[in-house]
């Protein structure tokens, strides 16, 4: 069974098109995540939803905007699609942990196998 | 600004030899995370490194981390050739209530039959 699947694998496109990539994990996790992998391997984080609810934003501009519809699932809409938005998005769910003394502790984050966006 | 360098950028090695990635971060860490990119595949979890801890052992993998120095070391011994992808050092970081992960650029590594 597949943990954090994602669809479309590869989007093609034109400047100016509207996009959306979705995600869906079967973990039963309460956080789920956006990144952006660029053609050098660095991957950045875009947002975060913790049980439906952003949680962080990461300056990313106002035409990709992400959608929690219910914990299992984060989608990815992006209007106005620029040469610039060609990368590999992943995204990532976990199971975060708030320990006793009221810090909080990451667990592992699974990913999903990406989607290759190319931006013509 | 990037929390985790790895270094070096890229390792190419023979199958069979020893295979040792280096991190470095800049703030203070609640714990530290390896992860491993096949070639066009999503990341997959190795081990987590806890801010009290010094060092972690998984089947073929060691890691340490050295807080006075912000710095982690994973060693892949007896490397084989499915081995070779990129393999990136995560930490946490952000306000509470808002952590992230932050990764480095990774190190590719290599291993030749």
């Known amino acids: 069974d597949t943990a954090v699947s994602q669809t479309p694998k590869y989007l093609v496109t034109q400047m100016g098109n509207d996009k959306s990539i979705k995600c869906e994990q079967n973990?039963?996790?309460?956080?789920m995540y956006w990144y952006k992998q660029d053609s050098k391997k660095f991957l950045k984080i875009m947002f975060s939803?913790?049980?439906?609810?952003?949680?962080i934003n990461e300056t990313v501009p106002n035409r990709f905007s992400p959608k929690s519809p219910d914990k299992a699932h984060l989608n990815l809409h992006i209007n106005s699609l620029e040469l610039g938005d060609s990368a590999v998005y992943f995204c990532?769910?976990?199971?975060?942990?708030?320990?006793?003394?009221?810090?909080?502790?990451?667990?592992?984050?699974?990913f999903g196998p990406g989607t290759r966006l190319t931006v013509l | 600004s990037q929390q985790g360098e790895e270094d070096p950028q890229a390792l190419s090695i023979q199958e069979g030899e020893n295979a040792t990635m280096n991190c470095s971060y800049k703030t203070s860490i609640n714990n530290l995370q390896w992860y491993r990119q096949n070639s066009g595949r999503g990341l997959v979890h190795l081990i987590l490194?806890?801010?009290?801890?010094r060092e972690k052992h998984s089947g073929r993998l060691r890691v340490t981390l050295d807080t006075s120095k912000k710095s982690s070391s994973l060693l892949i011994t007896a490397s084989r050739a499915a081995d070779t992808a990129s393999y990136f050092c995560?930490?946490?970081?952000?306000?509470?209530?808002?952590?992230?992960?932050?990764f480095g650029q990774g190190t590719r590594l290599t291993i030749n039959p």
């Open positions: 990532a769910s976990s199971q975060d942990l708030f320990t006793s003394g009221g810090s909080f502790s990451y667990n592992e984050q699974f």
């Open positions: 490194i806890r801010s009290n801890e």
């Open positions: 973990l039963g996790h309460d956080t």
């Open positions: 995560a930490t946490d970081a952000g306000e509470w209530g808002a952590q992230k992960l932050v």
């Open positions: 939803y913790n049980n439906k609810e952003l949680i």
